[in-house]
């Protein structure tokens, strides 16, 4: 049996919360083992005054003296999880310094969450086997070229992606809506496959991601079932050729967002939100649907209006979809409603998560929405930059499966 | 969620902490020992864990605080000794609360020195610590000194 | 004997003064020790169930982060049942179940709220005031005792 990956905690609160065995079980489930820095009271009260972020709660300051001694390794661990109690903000504010420390100031992946006493084993996996990935697997993540002939299948919540690549280039693709999670993979496979003119068995390699990523795997007998942070990771900065250095990648996906400072192709510091429809694909879906345009009509419709003409006062989804209905019978355009939508959709990303890494160029925008060049405009107005959209960037995470998944090809 | 069932119900578990020049908490483990009629007692590096029916380790409780009244100190612990769930070998580190009880450790010295003190004198005749609460912001007097100092 | 609520609830000092002087002190480790005792559903390490935080409402409204109501869930019915309370009011390096500032700014609240007799003091610095400190305790729970 491999060692487990040692996962340092830093937190205040989930004791408290009826949540830790949720946080124990997620990071054993992925091969993880998760443990408290030692320090003793003298570390304490040296390294929280050297810090010099002067909380009140004891057990914050304490996860202060606990970064430091992970920082300067007195204390020896391969990973960091930060959890602190949603709606703290005195807990938001160390959770975000710790988080930027460690970083600047180490190699170790971190990965921090703001929790309820809802907070399930569930939510957590695929944050803490993120984790697990960047700990074990660096060796496979540096891959940079695929080779070979190998599939990637994504097996998102709203879509199902698969890619056929040969000798680092893509060369049979495969999409649709997800209905029954077996049926759309096969359906996409074969579709991916029949473009490339190539048979499964001729395939070397497979690996699988997104939410379906262990049932499809089983199945298809994968070689690589690894989460979607890790995977489109590798593949936006592949597709997009920026390999090495810093870059920061956004997917807003159908149930969920995902925001990744990466370094050299691997994640360091990461966010997965999902509290709220309002902020996902989802919206813009409905928004389309309400407008009645096809989702790949939202985008250019979008470039033509200016979303500032029309009141939104909520950013959830129903609510929000009840503004941009009123704003239609008040006289709005159908341009200046779906620049609407792609705005709050952006801003309320911008808000709630791109606070929670730190943005260096270039910024990546992948996943299906990143089509919707609304959005992309919207996004890139708001973090005042130029946004870099890939080829391929809707099927990013079955790009970022075919290319790691041709590090399990057998030398013949 | 799993089902849980716990161990040890009744019992009750108490720390006995010795910060004392004379003793050590193996001297009291020694006493304890003797006295414990098969209550689980469990030396550790600030004196002892006892546990074990509420009776039994009151009365070994009261016999070790005669060794040295002024220097032994007694306080309820919610978990049975060695328990996993709080044990340091399993959590890779201290738990919480034992920098907390290293923070008071540092503290007792000076408690032990109230309580040998008020052996000879009546504590109604010490005058009240300051109570925090009430204590004024800066008092107008001293305000004026300080200026007066900044101007000289 | 009275039951005397002591803060910090965790403080080693407290508990033995109050149990020294002859009263039952109410401390974080009596309440965990309920918890661990008692038979539900299995959630270590403290056995607090995501269903504390919820019985924390009686105490803390819902917009009130899951851990100051959780913690609340192990307070509140102590200093319900407390018919005393000893304060050590900078207690700032008390950690776990004291480790949330939020939430023990609440307990004293409570605390205060309640018409009961109550000490506040600081912890001493040095051996006089080590003195005044036992004697303040020392005094206040003889008190206590000739008043019941």
Known sequence: MTQPVRI?????????????HEIDEAAREVGGEIFYPDVALKDIRRDFTKFGLDVKSPDLKLAIARAIALVEGRVEADAVFIATC????????????LRRYINEHSRLPVVSYSFTERTTSGTLLTRM??????????ALLARETQKGLT??????????????????????????????????????????????????????????????RFLIGKEINADLIQEELT????????????????????????????????????????????????????????????LGVEITELGPLSMKGFGGRVPMNSY????????????????????????????????????????????????????????????????????????????????????????????????? | MTAYTPTHVGSVTKYVMVESFDITPADLALRGYEISKGVMIKETCFGLVISGKEEEVDRIVTELRKIDPDHIFVKDRGFPPGDARRCRANLGGARPGYNGLEFEMSIIPYVSHGLEALKNIDEKTVPPMENPLERPL???YKLKKLIDAQES | MVKVFIYPATSLILSDMVARFGHTPLSSATAIRERIQTAGLESPPLQITPEEPKKGLKWAAVEVPAGVRGRMSLYGPMIEACEAAIIINDADLAFGCMGCARTNELIKFLVHQKDIPRLELNYPKNDDEGVKFVAAIKRFLTELGEAK
């Open chain 1, 316 to 412: 959830c989804i129903v609510f929000g979809t009840q503004s941009l209905v009123n704003a239609l019978a008040a006289g709005s355009t159908r341009e200046d409603v779906a620049a609407a939508a792609c705005h709050s959709v952006a801003e309320q990303v911008y808000e709630q998560q791109l606070q929670e890494v730190d943005i260096k160029e270039p910024v990546i925008m992948v996943g299906g929405t990143s089509l919707i060049e609304g959005l992309v405009f919207a996004m890139g107005e708001l973090l005042q930059t130029k946004i870099v959209v890939p080829p391929y960037s809707q099927y990013i995470g079955a790009v970022g499966s075919a290319l790691l998944a041709s590090g399990f090809i057998k030398d013949d």
């Open chain 1, 8 to 20: 340092a905690q830093l937190s205040c609160g989930p004791e408290y919360s009826g949540i830790q």
């Open chain 1, 231 to 290: 995977v489109n990771s590798k593949g936006a900065v592949y597709l997009a050729n920026r390999q090495h250095g810093p870059a920061t990648v956004i997917d807003i996906g159908g149930m969920d967002n995902k925001a990744i400072s990466v370094m050299d192709g691997i994640p360091g510091v990461f966010t997965m939100g999902g509290i709220c429809a309002g902020a996902s694909g989802r919206f813009l879906e409905m928004t389309a649907k309400r």
């Open chain 1, 129 to 138: 086997e993120a984790l697990t990935t960047i700990a074990r697997r660096r």
């Open chain 1, 86 to 97: 949603f709606r703290c903000a005195e807990a938001a504010i160390v959770r975000n310094e």
């Open chain 2, 138 to 140: 800066l008092d107008i």
């Open chain 1, 151 to 212: 599939l990637g299948l994504d097996s998102g919540s709203a879509t199902t992606k698969a890619v056929v690549m040969r000798d680092n280039r893509i060369i049979g693709t495969g999409w649709q809506p997800t209905t029954e999670v077996i049926k759309s993979a096969n359906e996409v496979i074969a579709h991916a496959l029949s473009e490339a003119g190539v048979t499964r068995d001729e395939i070397q390699a497979v690996g699988t991601t997104g939410y379906g």
